[in-house]
């Protein structure tokens, strides 16, 4: 069981001369069945994004153009930041993990989602999320 965020690194197809090609598969290098796929974009710099954790949802996140941060905090007020500066490099978040993301200028970000999206599944305040019981 994934209980902790990190660092995905998936294979580069190509070369400088020609490009390259990432790949990801469900249930192989992204450890869910993908449900759900998202991307965000023109996200203005000075605008912080996420703010919420999620009940069960489980995440592979890439920055496909431009870097992307996570600032990431567990239950246990356990924090790391995860910098997503390459489009081969995922970042997989499990269930239950507060995010703050901060973009640079056209980043795109790309999620594949273990879930579809339900308001039910999120914590928007960071204080029920630290109260909620798991199990
Ligand atoms: P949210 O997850 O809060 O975005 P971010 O983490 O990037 O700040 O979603 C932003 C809005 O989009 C919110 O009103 C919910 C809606 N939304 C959907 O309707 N379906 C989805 O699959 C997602 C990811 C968001």
New binding site residues.
């Given amino acids: 069981m994934n209980t902790k965020p990190h660092y995905i690194q998936f294979s580069k197809i190509g070369s400088s001369e020609l490009g390259y090609i990432s790949i990801a598969e469900a249930e192989q290098n992204v450890p869910f069945p993908i449900k759900?796929v998202?991307w965000?974009y023109y996200?203005p710099q000075d605008v912080v994004?996420?703010?919420?954790a999620h009940k069960a949802l489980e995440q592979v996140i890439f920055a496909v153009s431009g870097t992307i941060t996570f600032n990431t905090e567990d239950k246990d007020g356990n924090r790391e930041t995860f910098v997503l500066d390459h489009p081969s490099k995922g970042l997989y978040i499990p269930k239950l993990i507060w995010?703050d993301?901060h973009f640079t200028h056209s980043a795109v970000?790309l999620?594949l989602?273990s879930e579809?999206?339900t308001?039910d599944d999120?914590f928007?305040d960071f204080n029920d999320f630290k109260n909620y019981m798991n199990d």
């Fill in positions: 759900r998202y965000t996200t994004r996420g703010g919420h995010r993301i970000l999620c989602a579809h999206y308001e999120y928007r």
